[in-house]
């Protein structure tokens, strides 16, 4: 009955309350039960008559206070004593009828009801006035019985059976609002949790107390995340297909060629293998960048972070692309300080990286053209940009540049155009793998450029927490 969570936080809060009901309910009742209302009353009763007794005598032709005190005694069935300066007993209505009161030494101002006890033990409710002549007027009476059913009756029930009532009810309304503040919202994310993983899951509307706020804004950063995963999947898988499709097309038609006779001839074969060992190449390098890339992924893959002397691997570089530049007639121009410190990081990786950023700077530049390497140190990072004066990027490309399988312009020729679209992808995972970050900047007609910031000391490369 009591499964959930609202109906648990209810029944919680609905104990506290009547807890606290119960508490003050007994405080309440031990209160009136030392003070009850008959008390209270015959104590009003004693200052009432006091007060008149008090009025009287100041009266002029007023009859003497024992004559006075005499009356009033009669009347209101009090007891009416008179004490000197002295506090020795000057006048007693009740002489010789009742045991004697003597006059308190000090009024006890922390009860709430004002007792004394005669020489028997017996209990008196009382009210003192000090007169103007310095004598003390006393007005006294026994302390009335009472049975704890009365007091139950006439004091206690119409004060709970009201207000306590009330105060009840509208608590339990006050914490089935609260608890269904609380639980409504968590309500929607459990049944939003339970709809994923879908495509069409909306985030949950924020609402309740602070906690639960942040619980759902870490529920709808999940949910979005979640479905962006999915849709990189499921763009993974179609590219995946697309990029296969062609290559085992063209290696299925030459095999059968092979096969049925078709290619009949020593130059009709011999083309047939060749397309056949181009294409199986071809996918043989882009299962191994994708092996890369799961691996770059997962935080897996063999990273060996050796000192590396990053001035000569940029030098080895030029020098491995100078015949290429000089077929394309693209100038190659290099600015690496003598002084450029190593730092800690994969050798091979850094290189694939590098070769890759140089490589379709070269095939994006046009003729006549330059591509400029460039590597300085900036506290402890270094920073090493790949700027080309090629065609550049258009602006809407350049956010998805580092994506996999996407090609800004697979039209034109060369670059990532002609592959798969995973090398950016891969750079892009090698430098997160070693602490560091790569960005483009480009503008149409001017060109690109490539910038590449890593520590100089990364930390354990598989500890790194790379945010995408």
Do not use: C
Request: no cysteine.
């Amino acid at each position: 009955m009591f499964s959930s969570l609202r109906s648990r936080l209810w029944l919680s809060y609905a104990f506290l309350i009547v807890t606290a009901l119960t508490v003050v309910t007994i405080v309440l009742f031990v209160s009136l039960f030392r003070n009850p209302l008959l008390y209270r009353q015959t104590t009003e009763r004693l200052k009432a008559v006091q007060v008149v007794l008090v009025e009287r005598s100041k009266e002029p032709q007023s009859p003497p206070m024992s004559v006075l005190a005499e009356r009033s005694a009669r009347t209101f069935d009090v007891r009416v004593i008179v004490f000197s300066k002295d506090r020795e007993m000057m006048f007693d209505s009740a002489s010789g009828t009742e045991v004697s009161l003597s006059l308190p030494e000090n009024r006890r101002f922390t009860r709430s009801l004002p007792i004394i006890r005669d020489e028997n033990g017996g209990a008196w409710l009382y009210s003192i006035e000090k007169l103007s002549d310095g004598t003390f007027l006393m007005v006294t009476a026994p302390r009335p019985r009472f049975s704890i059913l009365n007091v139950f009756g006439d004091d206690f029930m119409p004060i709970i059976g009201i207000g306590g009532g009330i105060a009840l009810l509208l608590s339990l309304l006050v914490a089935f609002l609260v608890s269904g503040w609380i639980a409504s919202p968590l309500q929607k994310v459990v049944n939003a949790a339970r709809d994923m993983p879908s495509a069409e899951s909306k985030p949950v509307m924020v609402s309740g107390p602070y906690e639960v706020q942040e619980l759902t804004r870490a529920f709808n950063n999940m949910v979005e995340r979640v479905q962006s995963s999915q849709t990189s999947q499921r763009e993974f898988v179609a590219n995946v297909s697309h990029e296969l499709k062609t290559p085992l097309t063209s290696v299925q038609g030459f095999a059968q060629a092979l096969l049925d006779g078709t290619a009949d001839t020593d130059e009709s074969r011999q083309k047939a293998a060749q397309v056949i060992f181009s294409e199986s190449e071809r996918m043989h390098r882009m299962v191994l960048d994708l092996l890369d890339l799961a691996k770059l992924d997962a935080g897996t893959a063999d990273l060996k972070m050796t000192p590396l002397n990053m001035r000569a691997l940029l030098s080895s570089i030029q020098e491995k692309f100078m015949p290429q530049s000089q077929r394309a007639g693209v100038k190659i121009e290099t600015e690496i300080p003598a002084d450029l410190p190593s730092l800690i990081a994969d050798g091979d990786r850094m290189a694939q990286v590098f070769t890759n950023l140089i490589d379709n700077a070269l095939k994006f530049t046009p003729r006549g053209g330059s591509v400029s390497l460039i590597a300085s140190l900036e506290l402890d990072n270094m920073r090493v940009t790949v700027t080309d004066t090629g065609a550049g990027i258009p602006e809407k490309d350049l956010q998805n540049i580092f994506q996999r399988f996407y090609q800004a312009d697979p039209a034109r020729k060369g670059g990532e155009a002609h592959g798969a679209g995973l090398g950016l992808a891969i750079a892009h995972e090698i430098v997160a793998a070693h602490g560091g970050k790569i960005s483009v900047r480009s503008q149409v007609v001017t060109g690109t450029t490539m910038e590449v910031i890593l520590p100089l000391a990364p930390p354990d490369a598989t500890k790194l927490v790379r945010k995408k």
